[in-house]
């Protein structure tokens, strides 16, 4: 029953305008990225900012406008004989589905034909991760707040918080804490932010962990063998999950 | 067959539904009346499952309508603004309706369908749709399964008048076969038209639950709108006299 309706919802999204037009900046991105630099590693660190930043804010802009829009539509679902949870899964997936689909037009294609390595792979796997994370994060602000301004305001300061915020206090964090062993702390504070989780998966594979001082030698350490790229996944799977989890929780006590 | 029993809910401070006690029937067409703020549309909402009240049962014939979605299965609703996803065509959202409620039903009622002529605007995209034909779509969403119990927000509102009729027409004729109309309008010819009872809400108590011919025999008035006035006025000062049982 779910997946009809993430079929439509899907095909509805797929239809519109505003996703082709975010594959067709990623293309160009993309392309671009592969074609001046000359240089693939150069290109996919440039692809790889582009990554922890524009997908994570395009995810959690469109989908709350999208929520938004909708929110009559999913009054008259919520009247049909239907359970809550179905439907709020239903408007997730398909969500997902149609910003997945952006991402494997306007990223992994030309990652595939440029630089079909462990790297690009992992690049491609990570902008995946992070879509289903951050549109699972703002699906929680858009069920939460009532109000359309409110709940993309929330959404954009979840943004905001793991693309600029949390890097700033983690360094403030471990500069105070320097007397302290760092791996422990460090390792929780890189857990605490998917971004940061996606940008050193796809830089372990990079061998540049170098250019990352001291915390980026002890990553290597920790996170360079497989069970710390299991663990990094895992964790990053749990952004997924728990905001997933929560959005079915709080959607299935809301009044619409 | 719709029974609610000391229905309460509040938004905050303020309580939307105050301990609501009425039983609905089929045959009846019932109008909801009161104004802005009385709990009219919160009433719906639980009806339809779309608020969660605080306190209270709400059962159609016997199975609570708040502890699963199943009998919803017998529940059609026009909403009052009907939005649907922009890019499905009308048809399209006719077959995923249909897929949705795939097993709920015997029967489809694709009567209003021809009858204001949806099916000619089948390949329109829904954003291309006016408030009136959206409005259209949603009445024959709303009859399509041919439910037992009828919500009904606003359903005149926005149409043009010969779709009006159409739809007044089709009202009557589900309510004689028995189904059970729960209707809210401003319009109160409209109702005066439709409707066989009165349900009348102040600040989410119900005042007055009470068929119409009674009231116009009782005040002397041949017009519900007059009626209604008349209510109005003398209930203004009047202190909660809690329910009236509908006789």
Redesign the interface.
């Known amino acids: 029953m779910m997946l009809r309706i993430v079929r439509y919802v899907a095909g509805d999204i797929l239809r519109g305008r505003i996703i082709l037009a975010y594959a067709g900046c990623l293309l160009v991105a993309s392309l671009g990225l592969f074609n001046l630099g000359g240089d693939t590693t150069k290109a996919l660190i440039g692809l790889l900012s582009l990554v922890l930043m524009i997908v994570p804010l395009v995810s959690v802009v469109f989908t709350t406008a999208h929520f938004y829009n909708t929110q009559e539509f999913v009054e008259l679902l919520a009247a049909q004989p239907l359970p809550r949870a179905t439907i709020l899964l239903a408007q997730m997936i398909g969500v997902m589905l149609a910003l997945t689909a952006a991402l494997l037009a306007g990223i992994a294609v030309p990652v595939l034909l440029y630089a079909c390595s462990a790297t690009g792979l992992t690049l491609i796997a990570v902008a995946l991760l992070l879509t289903a994370a951050f549109t699972a994060l703002a699906f929680v602000a858009a069920v939460l707040a009532r109000d359309k301004a409110r709940g993309i305001g929330a959404a954009l300061l979840i943004w905001f918080y793991f693309g600029l915020l949390h890097d700033g206090l983690t360094l403030y964090a471990l500069f105070l804490l320097e007397d302290f062993p760092l791996e422990g702390i460090s390792l929780t504070l890189l857990a605490l932010n998917p971004i940061d989780l996606g940008r050193v998966l796809v830089l372990l594979q990079m061998d540049v962990s170098a250019l990352m001082g001291y915390t980026g030698a002890m990553l290597k350490d920790l996170l360079g063998s497989g069970t710390g790229i299991g663990f990094a996944v895992l964790v990053l799977g749990s952004w997924i999950a728990a905001p997933v989890l929560a959005a079915l929780w709080i959607f299935r006590r809301k009044d619409l | 067959m719709l029974q609610a029993q000391g229905l309460s809910k509040s938004?905050g401070r303020l309580r939307a539904l105050d301990d609501l006690t009425a039983t609905l029937r089929r045959g009846q067409s019932v109008a909801l009346i009161g104004p802005n703020g009385a709990g009219k549309t919160t009433l719906l909402?639980c009806v339809?499952?779309?608020?969660?009240p605080d306190a209270g049962t709400l059962t159609l014939d016997g199975e609570s309508l708040l502890d699963s979605?199943?009998?919803?299965?017998h529940?059609g609703?026009m909403?009052q603004?009907?939005?649907?996803?922009?890019?499905?065509r009308v048809g399209?959202l006719f077959e995923?309706?249909q897929?949705?409620?795939r097993g709920?039903h015997e029967q489809t009622d694709g009567e209003l369908i021809s009858a204001l002529q949806v099916d000619r605007i089948a390949h329109k995209p829904a954003r291309t749709l006016s408030g009136g034909m959206r409005q259209k779509v949603s009445a024959c969403?709303a009859f399509l399964f041919d439910p037992q119990v009828l919500?009904l927000d606003e359903p005149t509102a926005g149409l043009d008048p010969v779709s009006v009729e159409v739809l007044k027409e089709k009202i009557r004729a589900e309510r004689e076969r028995g189904k059970l109309i729960l209707v809210t309008s401003h319009i109160l010819s409209d109702l005066d038209e439709i409707a066989t009872d009165v349900l009348y809400l102040i600040e989410g108590r119900l005042r007055l639950y009470r068929p119409i011919l009674a009231l116009k025999a009782e005040s002397g008035e041949s017009r519900l709108d007059r009626v209604i006035a008349r209510i109005a006025r003398d209930t203004a000062g009047e202190t909660p006299a809690g329910e009236r049982a509908a006789s």
């Open positions: 938004f909402k339809l499952g779309l608020v969660r979605p199943a009998p919803r299965r529940i609703y909403p603004i009907g939005r649907f996803p922009d890019h499905l399209q995923m309706m897929e949705i409620r709920t969403l919500v």
